[in-house]
């Protein structure tokens, strides 16, 4: 059936870049989005589609409110929800306190699936209808998340962790069941609907040299699935690979080295490496996931935007959840402003939105489906609230164009701002 949809709309052609390219972005004061069976049919002026429309179609207003395509979260732990906001550590002292035990709970099948349902309702309310996700060392959490993304219709991106090392032995798999759970995981899973699987490695650190080649050749067998893994995030972590990898270059010659820098290969973070490298992730076709709460909260460091889109390597930006304090991309795109601003880098808002949306589907190779209003494209988007708080109302109110709303949302807005998410068409979460 087809649907239309009235509200201002806004959404990224390709990167506007620090200057704001204005021909990057569309955006429509009064507009119709339409839709049908999932997918976006065109957009356009209100005044000029809504006449054209058949009596059957049935048309939704949300006068006052802005729509832009669903927000794809490019880095997430869903086993890592409940500790969100725990005090103190950097990365690796983080790890062993508080993500490591966390994990180990989800040994048990129901516990995962009552958590994978839980994080997917959050990532909703939140206007995040694709992400790339980390699941546990335990086969079946990959299990928990893409059957709960499955029955929302979500098209999600998940995968077992590979680890066998320097953790927990409870959290430990070998090279060769680690193997063996991925490939039968990806034989499930991936493809099937809009559910894709990423092979996991959590980082060189808890992977072994021989776990690694094992995650790349099943990489090199499965050219379409994704690589997700974190890479240079904290200057101790970098030290300790250097002594652990003394042949390779850097931290990600050692990824490269093994098979897994190529193209859908997203790593995490991103933060302390040199041009050189920076080069080698673009040429290979892989991509990094911003992930400015989590940088700031672990005190990891700040991601150079301007010298990632200088060697034309893809970004998204990443919640990080739990090492992240919100899985909102509104409130990560806020601290991406001032992460770029103390490297006296500009954030204009239709930069934020890109790296929210299109650049991030470009960054998980999905964006001849997903990121913007193209059409043909799956129907994602999120209806924005300029009036979701009572700041962000009295903010607004006094905006004079669609980019100082749409600002102002970005730096003050939550879930709070989300009136409602629609995946491939269909209302999945709404405000009260
Ligand atoms: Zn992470």
């Not at 809504?50 to 997430?76: E, N, R, Y």
């Not at 732990?77 to 500790?83: A, C, E, G, K, V």
Request: with cysteine; charged share 25%.
């Amino acid at each position: 059936m087809r649907q239309a949809f009235r509200a201002s709309l806004m959404h990224c052609l390709k990167d506007p870049g620090e200057s704001s390219d204005t021909s990057a972005v569309e955006s429509i004061d009064d507009g119709l989005l339409v839709v049908e069976d999932g997918r976006v049919i065109e957009i356009g002026e209100a005044s000029v589609l809504l006449p054209q429309l058949t009596d059957t179609t049935a048309v939704t207003d949300h006068s006052g409110k802005i729509i832009v395509p669903g927000f794809i979260d490019c880095h997430v732990h869903f086993p890592q929800l409940d500790i969100i906001a725990s005090y103190g550590e950097q990365l690796l002292d983080w790890l062993e306190r508080y993500a490591f035990p966390a994990e180990a709970k989800f040994a048990d099948f129901a516990y995962a699936e009552e958590i994978a349902a839980v994080f997917l309702d959050e990532l909703l309310k939140n206007g995040t209808t694709t992400a790339l996700v980390f699941g546990t060392v335990h086969a079946h959490s990959a299990d928990a998340i893409l059957q709960a993304a499955e029955q929302r219709g979500m098209r999600l991106i998940a995968g077992k962790v590979l680890m066998d090392s320097n953790c927990p032995r409870e959290l430990q798999d070998t090279p060769a069941s680690g193997y063996a759970e991925s490939k039968a995981l990806i034989e499930r899973w991936h493809g099937k609907g809009r559910l894709g699987y990423a092979i996991t490695p959590r980082f060189a650190l808890t992977s072994s040299e021989e776990q690694l080649i094992a995650a790349g050749r099943l990489a090199a067998e499965y050219p379409d699935v994704w690589v997700h893994t974190h890479l240079a995030e904290n200057k101790t972590e970098v030290e300790e690979i250097s002594k652990l990898f003394p042949h390779s270059r850097s931290y990600l010659d050692v990824y490269d080295k093994a098979g897994l820098l190529r193209e859908r290969s997203v790593f995490a973070h991103c933060l302390h490496m040199d041009d050189h490298d920076r080069d080698c992730l673009s040429k290979k076709g892989g991509a990094a996931a911003f992930c400015p709460t989590s940088n700031l909260f672990l005190g990891s460091g700040l991601f150079d935007l301007h010298a990632m889109r200088a060697a034309n390597v893809r970004v998204g930006l990443g919640s990080d959840v739990g090492g992240g304090t919100s899985l909102s991309l509104l409130r990560t795109a806020s601290e991406a402003y001032k992460v770029l601003h103390l490297q006296h880098q500009a954030l204009p808002v239709a930069r934020a939105l890109y790296l929210a949306t299109l650049g991030a589907a470009e960054a998980l190779y999905l964006d001849d489906r997903i990121g913007n209003f193209e059409a043909g494209k799956e129907a994602d988007f999120v209806v924005l609230d300029p009036a979701g708080s009572s700041i962000s109302e009295r903010r607004t109110r006094v905006a004079n164009s669609l980019d100082e709303v749409l600002f102002a949302i970005t730096m003050l807005g939550d879930d709070r701002n989300i009136a409602a998410t629609y995946v491939a068409g269909s209302l999945a979460t709404a405000a009260a």
